[in-house]
């Protein structure tokens, strides 16, 4: 025979069982959407190298000054698209040639996967006097390389000064423009372009006359950022 006072009691204990129940399941929903969202936002976090030289590798600079890290400091302001991140990889090394960018540049894609990828390699190979035909096999062979590697490459073309000859200067210049439209890659035609061309280039750059002083390094963001923008 039934108890009917224990049917109330038993009553309001399943509708507490109830209750409890979906709390739980709202909890396991919302840390769900929380993992979720936290996975998106590593997602949305992407890396961009910089493959260089000194002109890259903030050479005669105090840490900070150089493009590359006020590149760092304007992607890190910008509004992109998707709430998306960048994280700048600056392997840029002092007197890199495109030969020892070529040869660093498997295992940095190996580890880093960029999104984006800007190479700054050419003008020691210039300086140092090096066949210019295998600086363009060089370059081709990095731009190849990061495409397949799935990244978008950007190529920052380099010039000589005029005491290389009118001849040399012309075909030199010309590797940066010649790759980059070989494998329809973005390209910003001179990096030192804004003051290296002024009549008073000499008070932009170091005393060696090669390596621009601070107050040049913005104006080569100036010129390779309207470029990038659009890979990002």
């Known amino acids: 025979m039934k108890d009917r006072k224990a049917e109330p009691v038993a009553q309001a204990a399943r509708r507490a069982a109830l209750r409890m129940a979906l709390h739980c399941s709202v909890c396991i929903a919302g840390s769900g959407l929380a993992g979720l969202a936290s996975a998106q936002t590593k997602t949305d976090e992407r890396t961009l190298v910089v493959l260089g030289d000194s002109l890259s590798a ?7 000054q150089g493009w590359v890290a006020l590149l760092e400091q304007r992607l890190a302001e910008q509004k992109l698209p998707q709430g998306r991140r960048y994280r700048v990889i600056n ?3 002092s007197g890199d040639t495109t030969a020892g960018g070529r040869a660093r540049l498997a295992t940095l894609l190996k580890l880093h996967r960029p999104a984006v990828l800007i190479i700054e390699l050419g003008g020691n190979d210039a300086l140092r006097g090096l066949p210019l035909a295998n600086s363009r096999e060089n370059l081709l062979a990095m731009v190849r390389a990061g495409k397949a590697a799935g990244a978008k490459v950007q190529l920052l073309g380099m010039q000589v000064p005029p005491n290389y000859g009118a001849s040399y200067g012309r075909e030199f210049a010309g590797l940066f423009s010649e ?17 290296a061309e002024r009549p008073d280039a000499q008070d932009w750059f170091q005393a060696d006359r090669i ?7 913005p104006l080569m963001l100036d010129q390779v950022w309207p470029v990038l923008k659009p890979l990002l």
């Not at 790759?179 to 003051?195: H, S, Y």
């Not at 390596?211 to 390094?217: I, T």
């Open 58 to 64: 903030e050479y005669g600079l105090s840490r900070g």
């Open 91 to 93: 392997a840029s090394i």
């Open 179 to 195: 790759v980059a439209k070989a494998e329809k890659v973005a390209l910003t035609p001179f990096l030192l372009a804004g003051f």
């Open 211 to 217: 390596h621009p002083l601070a107050k040049a390094h």
